[in-house]
């Protein structure tokens, strides 16, 4: 049977090197990369196209990265996630040929840094309130719905693909780990991207479902902002966007929060709901944070939302004062380009070195 043909029955099939050596014209399309590995544009017989993760040999969970892949992804149907179609396992080869997403990833369409990008193509809040239901509702289906609970690790704008359609799609389980619901606390390794990992990684708590949560929290607030949460290019007022986000939802002002190039066609209601569940997600504590199902009902505004409270990270960096802050990363900045994996490990730092230390955490890699 042709591959092709196997694909369209759902099942991940086997390719040999070769065949995919062909399909993507000798690696030569090169789509991204990422921790584990490049990715390149293939084609597959029937003129499908497909996206081919090459996994890097050297890397020291490559091998165990690609089992888990094909064991978990390959299994899993959400119209949220990025769908395995096949995989190659071939001497010390390891590839995975997933589905082509003709939009790439979120982070091109929302962050400032593309402003080459045409006006008309800058995405408007409708799709940008959308595609953050619509990850939070991926997310939800690997937490909850699945046989075996998974914890993604790396949840950032880099792993939301964009259809045709600009339906979001949850890629790159690359740091997943796929667990028992039995043994759901217990994660070995520290994974995942700076700028989104929650508190809990770098102070030895249990590592559960909802470090996600905290991830998704800090990708919603950029869906909103349209910018990084942490960014250097702008002054001490507005370098770290989770604070004067939070400042203008306790003024009653939502709405100065969201990206500027909207221009006021944002739906504040929407908006409101959506700043009030990202703060819930970033919150210090992991039993204030909700499910990522119950995210996805307030979002919907099916649930009552309460007020949160300013997340303890935040708020020790607020107190420390973020003028400070700004002027102590920026000297850090001058000196070297190692950026901070969480919040947490900046206001940890602060607090115990005041204005010594490095803040890499904060910095999105």
């Known amino acids: 049977m042709d591959n ?18 062909i399909r993507t014209w000798n690696f030569s399309q090169l789509l991204g990369t990422g921790g584990f590995g490049s990715v390149y544009k293939g084609s597959l017989g029937d003129g499908t196209l497909v996206a081919v993760k090459k996994l890097d040999k050297v890397l020291p969970h490559g091998e165990k990265e690609f089992i888990t892949e094909v064991n978990t992804i ?61 990850t939070a509702q991926g997310i939800a289906y690997f937490h909850e719905q699945c046989r075996n609970r998974i914890i993604h690790c790396d949840i950032k704008p880099e792993n939301i693909l964009l259809d045709e359609n600009f339906c979001p799609k949850v890629s790159d389980f690359g740091l997943a780990k796929l667990m028992g619901r039995e043994h759901s606390h217990v994660v070995t390794m520290v994974r995942g991207t700076r700028g989104y ?29 349209g910018r990084r949460n942490l960014d250097m290019s ?21 709405l100065k929060a969201a990206d500027r190039r909207l221009e006021g066609s944002v739906k504040e209601d929407e908006l409101t709901r959506a700043l009030k569940v990202a703060f819930w997600c970033i919150q210090d504590e992991v039993f204030t944070r909700p499910s990522m199902g119950e995210a996805v009902k307030l979002l919907e505004g099916s649930a009552e939302i309460k007020t949160p409270p300013m997340p303890q990270t935040v708020l020790e ?16 900045l001058d000196n070297d380009d190692h950026l901070c994996s969480s919040f947490t490990d900046v206001t940890t730092q602060v607090s115990t070195s005041r204005a010594t230390c490095s803040y890499s955490t904060m910095s999105p890699r």
Not at 4 to 21: E, N, T, W
């Open 4 to 21: 092709a043909l196997k694909i369209s029955s759902g099942a991940p099939v086997s390719f040999g090197y070769r065949d995919l050596q």
């Open 74 to 134: 390959g299994s899993m149907h959400h119209m949220n996630l990025v769908r395995l179609c096949g995989y190659c396992s071939e001497g010390t080869r390891r590839l995975l040929v997933y589905e082509f997403m003709k939009n790439g990833s979120l982070d091109k369409w929302i962050f400032q840094s593309y402003e080459t990008r045409p006006k008309d193509r800058v995405l408007d809040w409708p799709t940008r309130f959308s595609i953050a239901i619509a």
């Open 197 to 225: 990992l929650a508190p809990e990684w770098v102070s030895n708590r249990p590592i559960t479902v909802k470090a996600d949560v905290y991830s998704y929290g800090m990708l919603l607030l950029e869906i909103i902002g």
């Open 234 to 254: 702008l002054d001490a007022e507005d370098f770290f966007y989770p604070s004067w986000a939070f400042k203008e939802l306790m003024n009653g002002t939502p």
């Open 317 to 332: 960096l607020v107190e420390e004062g973020l003028e400070q802050v700004y002027r102590a990363m920026k000297r850090e």
